[in-house]
């Protein structure tokens, strides 16, 4: 058991820091956009430059890991992860910090992918569900309790602040991983070809696809600054997939695409990931906006949202090893719905319903992230574990990506409509634009029920 531990504990840390990075800007952005003297579209690009970092380098995962191993790897992407806070927590300008963001995304896009892949391997079937749980905790409390500490350290010492205290933490991160992981030293390693081609391509889909919809807003539907970059990312993953099917050596393994539980549980997790991902980005503006509350109150407003799913989490990984997944993962998700709703019904700064709702939230995704994780990795073939992991990881920063730059579209939208078209002052007109929005978020999450339902009771190994 102590041994166990001592694979699980650097594992957990190294993925809470990596995803408290995922949302402890997001209490920050409006005290950022006032300094720095930009709007929405524009300081989102904090948070969406992290994202795409991720998404770009964690298809490297996979590869890097034959050439180097897991443990050289893990190592490796902590330290770029915390070089890249300190290069944050430095940075004078927006642009400075956006390419700062990039960086220490570099090292945080290995970080969960890999975590995930030496647990799948190192533990066996029937401790998977438990061990996800807990690993979960770091995975899902660094985003949950990034909002509060975010928060609290803006109010108190400055934005900065939210990127120096990755440092300890990650110093600390890599003393005990470099100890406790070094029997990953002699996992075995297949050097295998890079796929330089398909890594081109879906690196020009990922950052043409995002530029077109970061533009849309500014530009218009009709605008050739968004069509080109749209279809020419489109063109650029259709190739991709075109020619990663017959190769052996490509950068991804779709083929793992052919387990059908798998591709249910990346569907639930791309639709999930665009309704929750959007809505972390709006909510500060919600509740910094007409309520009225200052940068620490928000974040101890989504406190209660962090100390139930850090609760939940575990217990949810317990309970699917037990009765199987698919209950948990439903019941979940029609939870996260209503959270949802909640949210878009706030139009006063009265306590009790914004509470209500982030338990509410709490609850859901907490009973939805361990169980649908460990259903995945249980759908693929032992062979497919480091690959499918960093699909999993990658469709779901892609899908968060997606649903922030989708959130800030329709909000903007759906504010103008209010201004022109209903004669409101901008003030309440944004207000109602991010209530829509979640509202249309907790529709989103709704349509993934029938899929969820799809998912057997129990996931077993499949055999060749």
């Known amino acids: ?63 890097l890991k034959e050439q180097i191993g897991f443990y050289a790897l893990y190592l490796i992407s902590l330290s770029i992860f915390t070089f890249g806070s300190l290069l944050c ?16 995304s570099f090292g945080g896009g290995a970080i969960t992918p890999t975590a995930m892949a030496i647990l799948t391997l190192v533990f066996p079937p029937e401790e998977r569900g438990k061990v996800m749980g807990w690993w979960s905790l770091g995975s899902i409390a660094g985003p949950a309790i990034g909002p509060t500490l ?98 052996p050596h490509a950068l991804f393994n779709l083929h793992i695409f052919r387990h059908r539980i798998y591709t249910y549980c990346i569907l639930i997790t791309s639709v999930r990931s665009v309704a929750i991902f959007g809505g972390l980005f709006l909510l500060p503006f919600l509740l910094q906006g007409q309520l009225g509350f200052s940068e620490i109150a928000s974040g ?77 990795m249980s759908a693929v073939l032992p062979e497919e574990v480091t690959q499918a992991s960093a699909m999993f990881s990658l469709i779901q920063q892609l899908s968060g990506t997606i649903g922030i730059a989708f959130s800030g579209l329709l909000q903007q939208y759906i504010m103008r409509y209010y201004t022109d078209g209903k004669g409101y002052t901008e003030t309440v007109a944004h207000h109602y634009g991010i209530q829509d929005t979640f509202f249309i978020a907790a529709v989103l999450v709704v349509a993934t029920l029938p899929f969820a339902l799809k998912l057997p009771h129990f996931v077993k190994r499949p055999v060749k």
């Open 1 to 63: 058991m102590k041994q166990r531990f001592g694979i699980l504990f650097p594992l957990i840390l190294g993925t809470f820091m990596a995803g408290i990075d995922s949302s402890i800007v997001n209490v920050s952005l409006p005290t950022m956009s006032t300094q720095f003297g930009v709007g929405l579209d524009a300081i989102e690009w904090v948070i969406v430059a992290y994202m795409l970092g991720f998404c770009v380098f964690m298809p490297l995962t996979s590869w």
């Open 300 to 376: 101890l407003l989504i406190l209660p949202f962090s100390a139930v799913m850090a609760l939940v989490t575990p217990i949810a990984g317990s309970l699917s090893d037990k009765f199987g997944p698919r209950r948990l993962i439903v019941v979940g998700l029609v939870l996260v719905a209503i959270s949802m709703v909640q949210l878009s019904l706030l139009n006063t700064p009265d306590l009790f319903p914004i509470i209500a709702a982030m338990v509410v939230r709490g609850f859901g995704i907490g009973l939805l992230v361990s169980t649908i994780t460990a259903a995945a």
């Open 150 to 247: 975010g928060g609290t350290l803006t109010n108190l010492y400055g934005w900065p602040s939210i990127f120096y205290i990755n440092l300890p933490i990650g110093i600390l991160t890599i003393g005990i991983a470099a100890y406790t992981l070094r029997f990953l030293k002699t996992s075995a390693r297949q050097p295998a070809r890079f796929d330089a081609g398909g890594f081109g391509l879906f690196t020009v889909f990922i950052i043409l696809f995002q530029y077109a919809i970061a533009v849309l807003p500014d530009k218009g539907f009709a605008s050739l600054a968004v069509w080109i970059p749209f279809v020419v990312s489109i063109i650029a993953i259709v190739v991709f997939i075109r020619r990663s099917l017959p190769n």
């Open 89 to 104: 927590a430095i940075s004078v300008s927006l642009p400075e910090l956006i390419a700062a963001r990039a960086i220490q």
